[in-house]
């Protein structure tokens, strides 16, 4: 399939009706369980794209609107959910993202992006040149990666209950969990809480 906005906007859409149907109100034991050490909770996800919501991708696009590669992105703070989560509830954080999703699409449609813009570039601090195509189309598969994450998580609580089974079911032997990270933390000898897991952005 073709990238295109319109393409983009209606999975964008949907998101964060699919994680409240999820989560809201799923008991604590599920959302703010994680894989075990310098792992998420389906909590931080949440949390980690309500701040996508506000520092990344439209903060990025108008960046390439305006500034084109002269001025590169600012890095993106992927503990930043560790901070401005806390106090917070879940549904409280799914109020957040809902609105800050519906704000930002509708502000993306209102920019009207021709081809020749969404063809422009700008610089990202370790992928250096990227097209904003290629950013709006991260955008959607990105809330993918991490409902991928989500649902790996929440099967990952019953990963001893399901007994004989878990050799038929894929989602516990899924890779997903960034073996970079991993492997850096191992190298550093770093155990300290600097909770990451993904390999994108
Ligand atoms: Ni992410």
Redesign the pocket.
């Known amino acids: 399939m073709e990238f295109s906005i319109d393409q983009s906007l209606a999975l964008l859409a949907r998101t964060p009706a699919t994680l409240d149907a999820l989560l809201r109100n799923l008991p604590d034991e599920w959302t703010h369980a994680n894989e075990g050490p310098s792992t998420w909770s389906a909590f931080d ?1 949440v949390g ?2 309500i701040h ?1 919501e506000q520092t990344d991708w439209l903060p990025r696009t108008r960046l390439i609107l305006e500034h084109g590669v002269s001025r590169p992105f600012d890095p993106f703070d ?1 503990d930043a959910q560790f901070r401005l989560s806390t106090g917070k509830s879940l549904p409280q954080l799914l109020d957040d993202f809902a609105r800050l999703r519906a704000e930002n699409l509708a502000a993306l449609r209102a920019l009207d992006l021709q081809p020749e813009q969404i063809a422009l570039r700008g610089r990202h601090p370790a992928l250096g040149t990227v097209t904003l195509s290629e950013l709006l189309a991260t955008w959607p598969v ?1 809330d993918m ?2 409902l991928h994450q989500i649902a790996r998580i929440l099967a990952h609580q019953y990963r001893n209950s399901v007994g004989p089974w878990k050799k038929y079911l894929g989602v516990l032997h899924c890779s997903g969990r960034s073996a970079w990270k991993r492997k850096a933390h191992e190298l550093s000898g770093a155990l300290q809480r600097t909770k990451h897991q ?1 390999t ?2």
Request: proline fraction near 0%; aromatic fraction near 0%.
């Open positions: 996800v980690h794209l996508g992927r990105h990666t991490h993904e994108t952005k």
